[in-house]
C-alpha cells in the first residue's frame, strides 16, 4: 500500500479542505484518507487535489502543431449524422495530452465540434492513455449544437439549415420520427430489425440512455433548448452559456434541473453569437446555484490552462474548495463519471501532488498519479 501525505487536500467534493491527512491507496483505488500512515510507503508530500477533469473539448481531434485542414473535429458529411464517435478521429501522440497531464489534467471529455445539428458521441478518455484502447473510458452523450455555428456551414455536404428556425425543424423532424417508430414497435407494427440506425440513436435519446451534450450561448437558444426538454423530456447538458448576461435565465434552467459545462472563459468573443459575453457574467452562474463545471474546450484555450480559470469564480466569490470541484467532482457527476475527480475510499487514485496553494502563481504539480500510477513527476 502507498500513500501521499496532504499537508492541505482538496477533496474534489466542495467539502472543507484537511490539513496532515494520509492518502492511502493500493493499485488504482483510493483505500482511504487517516491522520496515520500506518505501514504505507509515502512517496509524495504536498498539496493535494484531485486529477482534473475537462468536461468539454476537442484535444487529440484538432492537434498540436498539425495544420488546420488535418482537424478533424467536424464531420462535414452530413448536419445530423450521430453514428459518428469522437474517438475515431483522436491521435493519442498529440503533444497537448502530456502537456495537460504535466498541469493535473487527467482526463479529457473528448467532443465532436458545433458545425453540425448533431455532431456524434462523445467519449471520456484518460489523457496518460498510450493509445485508444487504454485512454477510451465510455461514450459520455451525443453533441449537439444550436444557435449560430450549425447554420454558418451551409458550404458542407448535405442538408443543412441556414437559419435557427431550420436547425430546430431538422432536429424536431428526426425526434418525432423516433418517437413514432417507439410507438409502432410498442403495437408490433414494427420490428426492431426494421429501424435504422440513425432512428435507433434517436430512440436512444428519447428513452434517455444518452444525454444531448449541447452547444449553446445565447439566452433565446437555450429557451429553445428547454422547450425541446419539455416537448420530449430529454436529458440535456448546456454547454458553453457565456452569453447569457441576465440572472433570470439561469433561475430558468435552474427550474428545470439542467447542468452546465461553463465556459472557456479565457477565449476571444469572435462572433456575434458572443456579443454579450463578458469575464464578469461569471458572477450570474457563480451564485446560481446551478450544478456546473468549467471546460477549456480546448483548442480554444489550452487544456494545460484549465485550471487558471478558476481565478474567476474565486474573484466572484466561490471558496478554494468550490473552484477545484469545477474541473474535478462537479465535472464527474455531471458527465456521469464516478470514480474520478474525488478523493475518498474506493475512487480512483488520480491525484495532483502540489508544490503549493494551486491558487498561488508560484505553484504547480511536482508528482501526477493516474489510477495509481506516477504519470509525471517534476525532475
Not at 492511502?24 to 509524495?44: C, F, M, P
Not at 477545484?324 to 465535472?331: M, Q, R
Request: hydrophobic share 40%; net charge negative; charged share 25%.
Amino acid at each position: 500500500m502507498k500513500a501521499i501525505k496532504a499537508k492541505v487536500l482538496y477533496d474534489g467534493m466542495g467539502n472543507s479542505s484537511m490539513n496532515d491527512v494520509y492518502i492511502l491507496y493500493e493499485g488504482d483505488k483510493i483505500v482511504g484518507i487517516t491522520r496515520e500512515r500506518k505501514n504505507a510507503e509515502v512517496i509524495a508530500e504536498g498539496v493535494v487535489t484531485p486529477g482534473f477533469i475537462d468536461p468539454h473539448c476537442h484535444i487529440g481531434m484538432a492537434r498540436s502543431g498539425e495544420p488546420y485542414q488535418e482537424d478533424e473535429t467536424n464531420e462535414e458529411m452530413n448536419a445530423i449524422y450521430p453514428l459518428v464517435n469522437a474517438i475515431h478521429s483522436v491521435y493519442m501522440d498529440d503533444k497537448a495530452f502530456w502537456e495537460s497531464v504535466e498541469f493535473g489534467v487527467l482526463y479529457s471529455h473528448v467532443m465532436p465540434g458545433s458545425g453540425n445539428i448533431l455532431g456524434g458521441k462523445t467519449a471520456l478518455m484518460r489523457n496518460f492513455g498510450a493509445d485508444i484502447e487504454d485512454a477510451f473510458i465510455k461514450n459520455i452523450g451525443i453533441k449537439a449544437a444550436l444557435g449560430y455555428n450549425p447554420r454558418s456551414t451551409t458550404s458542407w455536404k448535405g442538408t443543412r439549415p441556414s437559419t435557427r428556425m431550420g436547425a430546430i425543424a431538422m432536429l424536431r423532424e428526426e425526434l418525432l420520427k423516433a418517437r413514432k417508430s417507439m410507438e409502432l414497435l410498442k403495437k408490433g407494427k414494427k420490428a426492431a430489425e426494421e429501424i435504422e440506425p440513425l432512428t435507433e440513436i434517436f430512440i436512444d435519446i428519447l428513452n434517455r440512455k444518452y444525454p444531448l451534450m449541447v452547444h449553446v450561448h445565447k439566452e433565446d437558444d437555450i429557451i429553445t433548448l428547454m422547450n425541446l426538454v419539455d416537448e420530449f423530456n430529454i436529458r440535456t447538458v448546456i454547454n458553453h452559456g457565456c452569453d447569457v448576461h441576465r440572472g433570470e435565465l439561469w433561475d430558468k434552467v435552474k427550474l428545470r434541473n439542467i447542468d452546465v459545462i461553463y465556459g472557456p472563459v479565457d477565449s476571444f468573443s469572435y462572433k456575434v453569437e458572443l456579443k454579450n459575453e463578458s469575464w464578469r457574467n461569471i458572477r450570474l452562474i457563480a451564485s446560481s446555484g446551478i450544478r456546473f463545471a468549467v471546460m477549456s474546450d480546448h483548442p480554444v484555450v489550452l487544456q494545460r490552462n484549465l485550471y487558471l480559470q478558476l481565478r474567476f469564480f474565486r474573484r466572484f466569490g466561490m471558496s478554494r474548495e468550490e473552484s477545484i470541484a469545477l474541473i474535478t467532482g462537479n465535472a464527474a457527476d455531471i458527465i456521469g463519471a464516478e470514480d474520478i475527480g474525488k478523493i475518498a475510499a474506493g475512487k480512483k487514485a488520480s491525484l495532483v501532488v502540489w508544490s503549493g496553494d494551486p491558487f498561488s502563481m508560484e505553484s504547480y504539480p511536482e508528482m501526477v498519479i493516474g489510477e495509481g500510477k506516477v504519470v509525471h513527476e517534476e525532475s
